[in-house]
Every structure is written in C-alpha cells, then in structure tokens.
C-alpha cells in the first residue's frame, strides 16, 4: 500500500483582515485544508518573522501575535490557540544542522499574522501542532532559501506539512482599490505563474534580474522568501502545480502552488 507524501505549499495570506473576510481566497483556504487532510505537524515559514539565522519556534503554547495596527477592533479579538510543535522545532534543526545550516530555537516566539491567518482557515479547530521557522532577507536570499527547503524536504515523508506564507506581489506603497490589477503587478505574477509551472527554479531563483518589474513587485524580499523554501521542499523533479489565483486591494496578488504533489511514499 501507499498514503500521499503532503506536498510543500505557499500561499499568499494578503492582509491580516482575511481572517474575518468572506471572498474566493477565503473559500480556497478553506478547501485546501479539507483537500491536504490534518497533518501531524505543521511547519509554517512567515514572511513576518525575520532574523540574522533560521531560527525555529520551540514554544509549547504559542500566542497569537497582532503585528499588525489600524484595523477593525474584531480582528484584535481572534485567537488561534494551536499547540506548539517543539519536537518538530527540534527535528527540523536537526535536518538544518545535517546540511550545513546553523540554527537556533526560540522558546517565546508566537504565532505572527502570516501564520495564524491562514491557517485560521485551513485549520479551524487549531488542533494541529504549529512550529514557525523564520527568513532571513539579504543578499542572495532566494538561492539561501530555496536551500532550506531542500534541507526540510524530508518532514514531508513524515507526516508535516511545510506551509510557506508571504506574497507573489508585495508593495503596500502601490496598494489601491481598483478591480484589475495594475499592469506591473500582473506581468510580474504572469511571470512567477509560469517559471512556476513551467519548473524553471533556476529562473526563479534569479528573479531579481529576469522577472519584469520586480523591484515594484517587492521592494524587499521578506515576502517572497517562504515560496523557494516551499519550492526547495518539494524537489526538483516536477514542476510546481497553481492552486489559486486572485488578487485583494488592487495590487496584492493572491497567488497559491504546491511543490512535489505527485509523490508517494510506502507505509
């Protein structure tokens, strides 16, 4: 007999205010979750904790962080109230520590927004256990990332699903309200919709260089960083398959993949 390998995913969470929301983004989150089934563990990387190392989330009760200011009184309310996950914290440094890789384990850090979101809604009952593990912007970035995924690859043979979380289009200064999406937004999300699919991970990785308009795209990397961890998870061996497209708040694309969907593993 064979069980499904949990293929590695991003999604972009958008603003915090999806939560509380009701639109075809909510929807898909919802129906992902449903479609992936309860993993053992989750593995969320968030574009909202950055650190000089990869450091990984050992809380036992992670709290649900509002990082976020101005909205509406009803989303300071939510509280995604999931178990930690520290012996997944520990494995994963494990994995991280056998491939080169320093990291470190934090016995205080929470459940940022670009966690909690999403999984408010994939995952309502907040009964799987959640560790974060966080980016680190800079130079060189993507490949850097892309590599750590390689590196956690093997918790998908486990039972853990490795959710990134960040944004295909990230610029809150080019935010607005109209119903397309502005023209540099969407040729910079045709481009990633298609290097994507199309398993071009060596394009992707240079993006800085070859994606049209990638500095309005993302001024900073934060936000793009969980997609090549999700993308280094699921392997070389397939390209990654497009879950959803969308876009909130003009420019912000709401774009989803899954890496290494196919695979299947003996019990």
């Not at 398993?199 to 960083?225: C, I, M, N, V």
Request: aromatic fraction near 8%; glycine fraction near 12%.
């Amino acid at each position: 007999m064979t069980e499904r390998v949990l293929p590695s995913v991003f999604v972009s969470h958008g603003a915090p205010t999806l939560a509380i929301e009701k639109n075809d983004t909510v929807e898909f989150l919802r129906r992902l979750g449903a479609g992936l089934g309860r993993p053992r563990a989750i593995l969320c990387v968030s574009a909202h904790w950055a650190t000089r190392v990869p450091t990984l989330s050992a809380a036992e009760r992670p709290e649900t962080i509002h990082d976020f200011g101005g909205f509406p009184a009803e989303l300071y309310r939510v509280r995604y109230d999931a178990p930690g996950a520290p012996a997944l914290a520990a494995r994963a440094a494990e994995l991280l520590s056998a491939s080169g890789t320093a990291s470190e384990l934090s016995n205080e850090r929470g459940l940022d927004h670009g966690a909690w979101v999403p999984l408010s809604l994939m995952y309502p009952a907040a009964d799987v256990p959640v560790t974060q593990l966080s980016v680190q912007p800079g130079a060189g970035a993507a490949a850097g990332h892309f590599r750590l995924g390689r590196a956690l690859a093997p918790l998908r043979r486990e039972g853990v699903l490795i959710l990134s979380t960040g944004g295909a289009t990230h610029n809150l200064h080019q935010l607005g309200r109209g119903a397309e999406a502005p023209d540099w937004a969407a040729r910079f999300d045709e481009w990633l919709d298609g290097k994507i699919r199309g398993g071009a991970y060596e394009d992707l990785l240079d993006y800085r260089r070859l994606a049209p308009y990638a500095e309005l795209a993302h001024p900073t990397d934060e936000h793009l960083l969980p997609l090549f961890v999700a993308a280094g998870a699921g392997g070389l061996e397939a390209p990654g398959l497009g879950l959803h497209r969308g876009w909130t708040h003009g420019s912000l694309s709401m774009a989803a993949y899954a890496f290494g969907e196919d695979e299947e593993s003996p019990t």
